[in-house]
C-alpha cells in the first residue's frame, strides 16, 4: 500500500509544472489585479452601506430628541407621527444591517480566495 501511495505522489509531484520567476512574478501581478477588480467593489459597497447606517442611526437619535420634545409640548401631532418614523427607520436599519452582514461576508470569502491562490503561487 505504501508504495501505491509514493507512486500517486510522485506522478502528482511530476505533473505539477515548475515556473520561473518571471512567470510567477506575472502570474501574482495578475492574481493582485484581478483581487482588486473583485474586492474594490465590495469594499466600495460596504463603506456606502456603512455611511446609510450611520445617517439612519442619527436621524433615528433624532426623531427621539423629537418625540421627547414632543411629549413635553404636548405636540400631539408628532407624538402620533414619530413612533411611526421610528418604525421606519429601525425597519431602514434592520435591512442595511443584514445587507451589510452579506458584503462583509462575502468580502471576507472572496479575501480568502485570493490568500489561498497567492499562498499557492508562493509555495
Given at each position: 500500500w505504501?508504495?501505491?501511495?509514493?507512486?500517486?505522489?510522485?506522478?502528482?509531484?511530476?505533473?505539477?509544472?515548475?515556473y520561473?520567476?518571471?512567470?510567477?512574478?506575472?502570474?501574482?501581478?495578475?492574481?493582485?489585479?484581478?483581487?482588486?477588480?473583485?474586492?474594490?467593489?465590495?469594499?466600495?459597497?460596504?463603506s456606502?452601506?456603512?455611511?446609510?447606517?450611520?445617517?439612519?442611526?442619527?436621524?433615528?437619535?433624532?426623531?427621539?430628541?423629537?418625540?421627547?420634545?414632543?411629549?413635553?409640548?404636548?405636540?400631539?401631532?408628532?407624538?402620533?407621527?414619530?413612533?411611526?418614523?421610528?418604525?421606519?427607520?429601525?425597519?431602514?436599519?434592520?435591512?442595511?444591517?443584514?445587507?451589510?452582514?452579506?458584503?462583509?461576508?462575502?468580502?471576507?470569502?472572496?479575501?480568502?480566495?485570493?490568500?489561498?491562490?497567492?499562498?499557492?503561487?508562493?509555495?
Amino acid at each position: 500500500w505504501e508504495d501505491e501511495g509514493e507512486s500517486i505522489k510522485s506522478k502528482n509531484a511530476r505533473k505539477q509544472k515548475i515556473y520561473t520567476r518571471e512567470e510567477l512574478k506575472k502570474m501574482r501581478a495578475s492574481l493582485i489585479q484581478e483581487k482588486s477588480k473583485v474586492i474594490k467593489p465590495l469594499e466600495d459597497k460596504i463603506s456606502v452601506i456603512e455611511e446609510t447606517i450611520e445617517l439612519k442611526e442619527k436621524a433615528l437619535g433624532l426623531n427621539t430628541e423629537k418625540l421627547i420634545q414632543a411629549s413635553m409640548d404636548k405636540d400631539i401631532n408628532f407624538l402620533a407621527e414619530g413612533p411611526k418614523i421610528d418604525k421606519e427607520l429601525k425597519n431602514e436599519l434592520e435591512k442595511l444591517y443584514s445587507e451589510l452582514s452579506s458584503a462583509t461576508e462575502e468580502f471576507e470569502n472572496k479575501n480568502e480566495f485570493y490568500r489561498i491562490k497567492m499562498m499557492e503561487l508562493d509555495s
